[in-house]
C-alpha cells in the first residue's frame, strides 16, 4: 500500500533553474510532511518541513507548497546548483505514530553546470 | 562524533546465515528508528523504540526479524536465517522527540546488508 506517491523519479535541471518534485498523499490523518535529501552512501537528511496549517514554507532556496484540499505538497529548489544533486523523498506522519515516517519512493535530482 | 552511527557499514552473508546489524544513536535521543531501503526505493518502517520499549514493531517482514534495546541506548537489528531478498541498506534514525509528537529524524549512514 503506498500511501505516498512521489513524482518524478528523475529529474534533470540546468544550473540555475528551477527543480520541482510533487508527492501526493492518501492519509488525511498526517500531520507533519517533511522532505529528505540523501547523497550516494549517506542517510537521508532533513531539508524543510511543513504542517498543514500553512500552505508554503520558505527556507532559502527551497520552498514547500502544500494544498491541503488536494492532498498534494510539492518542494522546489530556486537557483538550482550541481551540489543539489541527490535524492528527494518526500515523507508523511501522523502525531498518534510518533515520528514514523512513510516515504514516498523518491527523485534523482541532476543539475547540470 | 555527533551523529548517529551504524556498523558494520557492509555486510556479505550466505543465504541461511544470521546477521546483526548495530546502532549508535545520538546520546539522549529517546526515540530510535530501524528502516529498510532497497535499491533506487525510499526507506520503509520497520520498528521503533521508545526508550528500552519496542511501541511498534508492524514493519518488520517476517519473525526472521528481531529488534531491541535493552538499556535505551544502542539497538541491534537481527536476522536470522537471512534470503536474497533481504539484500538493502539498514538506515537507523533517532529523536529526541517521544511518541505522540512529530519532528525530525536523524538518520545514520545504514548498514549495507548482501545476502548471496
Redesign the interface.
Known sequence: QQQVKQSPQSLIVQKGGISIINCAYENTAFDYFPWYQQFPGKGPALLIAIRPDVSEKKEGRFTISFNKSAKQFSLHIMDSQPGDSATYFCAASKETSGSRLTFGEGTQLTVNP | GAG?SQSPRYKVAKRGQDVALRCDPISGHV?L?WYQQAL??????LT?F?NEAQ??KSGLPSDRFFAERPEGSVSTLKIQRTQQEDSAVY?C?S?P?????????F????SRLTVL
Not at chain 2, 522527540?97 to 529524524?105: A, C, K, P
Not at chain 2, 538518520?107 to 545504514?110: C, I, L, N, R, S
Open positions: 548517529v526515540s528508528f533506487g526505493q525510499g526507506p520503509e518502517f521503533y521508545q511501541l511498534d538506515l534514525a529523536s522527540r517521544r511518541v505522540r509528537s512529530t519532528g525530525e529524524l538518520f545514520g549512514e545504514g
